[in-house]
């Protein structure tokens, strides 16, 4: 389904603007004049009753298939005009037939010069109703305010020999249209009635669902708002651009990336399943979850703040760089990287299960507990104050190095004998699982 032009009439000056990125705009000028009275802002209508007004190109709107619809308010039904009308000579090839022995129709005409125009009486004069017709090579369709009303069977290819476009014809100051459009597929009723009731827009507010299912891009650009879900399935990428308000959810599963560019508002969930990156960039505000489950990078960089959980399943990093305030969790499961680097303060516990490292490094405060299960090192570099627990378990280093305050005591639990040069001052309480090999040394100076 393409959308081959759209019109909102809401132009405060300036010609009719295509609003479906087609470049299909249409001059403004002639019989036609803008009303502030539109179905959903302004509308137009025309001064003379007796004259044609200019129109899109016909260049690529005479599909085989086509749906052409629009909002109309009419002061007198026995006005005779069109619009969305395309012709050959005097002829309509296409377009909505208003005012016609009082009725409303849909003509379509057929490459053996046969038309058909299916038609109702029209609604009451004075209120606002919504028409669209349908062609799809075997019926012409008529639908008013979403329903179907009448059929007429037409076969064969459309008539494709037309000479010019007209956007309304003879229908004078009696007749006001609004959010006029004209697709290459003929849409069935529900979507019709999905369309009445959403205004023609050239802005980007998303308040509902979009999905991709295979390899491309999904992608909203600019300052959209979205307010509901956005999925990608398979490769690709799904990515905010600008500075858009993501309130909902957003989810890639397949192999890519997952991204917030810009200074996006991330409040919801944000999560990768297979092999990737997802990543905050600049300044991001993560105040849910952050979820990797696979072989990759979760990353927060620049500033950001985070307030809920940072989890990682697998092998890869969790990273928090730069100076975030991390008053919740950080947890790795599996071999790699778990690491607070530069200037953070963090508040709540930090975990890895599996082999690889733990580690904060800078000048971080650490009020919370650090924990390594597994082969390898959980360190703290730099001058941090931990004012909290660190435990080791499993084989490898657990090593403060640095500068520390005399209020650093924490707990050091391991299965065996831990590194040398742990010397907190006071002393501090070791608690083996297992006998220690050696005599632990303690020191002070610290």
């Not at 308010?73 to 090839?93: C, H, L, M």
């Amino acid at each position: 389904m393409a959308l081959l032009y759209a019109y909102s009439f809401d132009e405060a000056s300036g010609n009719i603007l295509d609003a479906s990125g087609n470049g299909r705009d249409t001059v403004f000028g002639g019989s036609l004049s803008r009303s502030a009275s539109g179905h959903t802002s302004k509308g137009i209508t025309q001064t003379s009753p007796a004259a044609d007004s200019a129109g899109p190109s016909i260049t690529g709107l005479q599909t085989a298939n086509c749906t052409l619809m629009g909002w109309v308010f009419r002061t007198d039904n026995s006005v005779i005009g069109w619009f969305g009308e395309i012709k050959s000579g005097g002829s309509g090839n296409r377009g909505i037939l208003l005012g016609l022995s009082g009725n409303v129709g849909f003509r379509c005409r057929n490459s053996g010069g046969t038309p058909q125009t299916p038609s109702v009486a029209q609604p009451a004069i004075n209120g606002w109703w919504h028409v669209a017709g349908t062609w799809d090579g075997a019926n012409v369709k008529l639908f008013i305010n979403g329903t179907q009303v009448a059929s007429t069977a037409l076969t064969g290819t459309p008539h494709t020999s037309g000479t010019g476009s007209h956007l309304m014809d003879t229908l004078g100051a009696e007749t006001i249209l609004d959010d006029v459009r004209y697709y290459d597929t003929a849409l069935d009723a529900a979507t019709i009635t999905t369309l009445m009731g959403t205004p023609v827009s050239s802005g980007a507010s998303f308040s509902g669902n979009v999905a991709l299912s295979g390899s491309g891009t999904l992608t909203n650009a600019g300052t959209p708002a979205v307010t509901g879900s956005r999925a990608l399935s398979g490769n690709g990428t799904l990515a905010n651009a600008g500075s858009p308000a993501v309130s909902g959810s957003r989810s890639l599963s397949g192999a890519g990336t997952l991204a917030a560019a810009g200074s996006p508002a991330v409040a919801r969930t944000a999560a990768l399943t297979g092999s990737g990156t997802l990543t905050g960039i600049a300044t991001v505000t993560t105040a849910g979850s952050a979820a990797l489950s696979g072989a990759g990078s979760l990353t927060a960089t620049g500033t950001p703040g985070h307030t809920g959980t940072a989890g990682l399943s697998g092998a890869g990093s969790l990273t928090a760089a730069g100076q975030p305030m991390l008053p919740g969790n950080l947890s790795l499961s599996g071999g790699g990287l778990l690491l607070l680097s530069h200037g953070d303060n963090y508040a709540g516990a930090i975990n890895l299960a599996g082999a690889g490292a733990l580690a904060s490094s800078g000048t971080p405060a650490t009020l919370g507990t650090l924990s390594l299960v597994g082969s390898g090192s959980l360190a703290a570099t730099g001058a941090p104050a931990h004012r909290g627990v660190a435990q080791f378990s499993g084989n490898g280093t657990l090593a403060k190095a640095g500068s520390h305050g005399p209020a650093v005591q924490p707990v050091l639990t391991a299965t065996n004998t831990p590194s040398s040069g742990l010397t907190p001052n006071p002393k501090p309480h070791l608690v083996p699982s297992n006998a220690p090999s050696s005599q632990l040394e303690v020191s002070h100076g610290v």
